[in-house]
């Protein structure tokens, strides 16, 4: 009976895909096929057939609530890649969005797989959720083999300290860590800078509750004007910098590595600078 009723939530929403995707939409999301096992899936547990499903409520809100505009999308090359980009937000909407507009608007269309916290997996249901559609564990062999495979993954460097900034932070990048240049060294990877202007506004943390968090387990536990982390719904826009290639060995030491880091930060931050200028307001 269970999985009558899934069946049925599962098709509902893949209708749901249907009706908000235009033509041209629906046509790029058949474009995603990929290969998989006899069970539809592939050695990560991504299962593309759940993805499209899942995708519907992340459309809506890419169009209708943060109304996304992609600038500079071109700039992804085919083959493997790192987007490399600010988080923030208290909820991973930014992460979302990144990989819908990958998705919509990118050409080829790309399925992204983004690097998510090792507690991610403790969680009933997020890490079955978490694994079909694409989201893995952020260990350096996860990223290894996904690279070898010339996929594209999305990394925020920040972690849990970007995403859980608190107001008087928001859009000042933190301290970033240095193992997503250990990989594009080592599997000669490009990196795509990537910005995201909106996020930051859409839950703005007053407080962290640090006990509360420690007791729950959680990274943080941040309260909101709205109590919550419930997103507002702001004008998000994401910025797609030119592709930054780098030489050297993975294995250099971190005052090496650091500087090629620092240039990847540079681009982040400066595209986030322009896009703070550009705008015309938070909601618009």
Not at 37 to 50: A, S
């Amino acid at each position: 009976m269970l999985e009558n009723v899934t069946d049925r939530v599962k098709k509902g929403l893949r209708e749901w895909t249907d009706r908000l995707a235009n033509d041209e939409q629906k046509q790029r999301l058949q474009a995603l096929a990929r290969p998989g096992n006899e069970y539809g899936v592939d050695p990560f547990g991504f299962d593309l057939d759940y993805s499209l499903s899942a995708v519907a409520p992340l459309l809506w809100l890419y169009r209708n609530y943060f109304r996304v505009e992609a600038y500079g999308i071109e700039n992804v090359p085919a083959g493997r890649v790192l987007l490399v980009s600010n988080h923030s937000g208290q909820l991973p909407m930014d992460g979302a969005m990144i990989g819908v507009s990958m998705m919509l608007e990118a050409s080829p269309p790309r399925a992204i797989r983004s690097m998510v916290e090792k507690w991610v997996p403790s969680l009933p249901y997020v890490s079955t959720f978490m694994a079909r559609v694409g989201q893995i564990v952020g260990t350096p062999e996860n990223c290894r083999r996904l690279l070898e495979s010339e996929e594209a993954i999305l990394v925020f460097p920040e972690g849990a300290r970007g995403i859980n900034k608190l107001w008087p932070q928001r859009y000042q990048l933190q301290e970033f860590g240095l193992g997503f240049m250990r990989l594009a060294l080592e599997t000669n990877t490009p990196i795509v800078p990537v910005a995201v202007v909106g996020a930051e506004e859409q839950a703005p943390a007053l407080m962290d509750l640090k006990p509360v968090a420690k007791l729950l387990g959680f990274p943080s536990f941040p309260i909101t004007p709205t109590g919550l982390p419930i997103p507002l719904p702001t004008k998000y826009r994401i910025y797609f910098g030119e592709p930054l290639r780098f030489s050297g060995r993975p294995d250099d030491e971190d005052s090496e590595l650091d500087k090629k880091v620092r240039t990847v930060k540079a681009s982040i931050q400066s595209m986030l600078h322009q896009g703070l200028k550009e705008r015309r307001g938070v909601f618009w």
